[in-house]
């Protein structure tokens, strides 16, 4: 039995270098029934006319805490994690009335750029640690066979050319290969704060 749900992609990113691009080919080519995003990268792209729904919108649950939560919500993650080839996840999402997450764009706070400027404050810093940025991404690598994560700027042209070929689709080598990028992504960012937060006590 195929269950047909909603199909979305999640644009989320702190370098907005050409977000405009990877999201007008996402509309063009990645079978999609709409993108989802948040707060500056929502503004930008609404200011380029391109059809966005905030977040909040989409979750029904305005971002708290001064932004600290705002991605962390089930209709989130288990659109992204569900297993599409699992009938059991599949029902569960229908149950709930969820969507998928086919395609996560995000890439994270600058917070090594931050600690090298010169005397920035602890506190400063801590706010540049990204949460829910590192969860969705290693939600999506972990589902690879379903989603395509993307974390580098870098790589928009080589996806958009990839979604055009295949239709709206991306060859599981290259997923596999996106997800091993942000494993190692995130591994660097935890460790440029890992190391930081170690400096401070010296």
Known sequence: MDIVLPNWKLI?????????FI??????YGNVDGILSTGGTATRLDDSEIPVREVADFTGFKEMMDGRVKTLHP??????????????HMKAMRRRRL??????????????ETVAKEGVKLEDAIEQID???????RAAA??????????NPDRYQQIAVALEKG???IPEELRYKLACEVFEHTEQYDRAIAGYLAAQRN
């Open 12 to 20: 989320s990113v702190s370098d907005k270098k050409d977000v405009e």
């Open 142 to 151: 972990k589902n690879y066979r379903d989603v395509v994560v993307i974390c």
């Open 23 to 28: 999201a007008e080919a996402i509309l063009k």
């Open 167 to 169: 239709k709206g689709t």
């Open 75 to 88: 209709k989130i993650h288990a659109g992204i994690l569900a297993k599409r080839e699992n009938i059991e």
């Open 131 to 137: 949460i829910g940025g590192p969860t969705m991404l």
């Open 99 to 112: 969507s998928l997450i086919s395609i996560v764009v995000v890439n994270l706070y600058p917070f090594q």
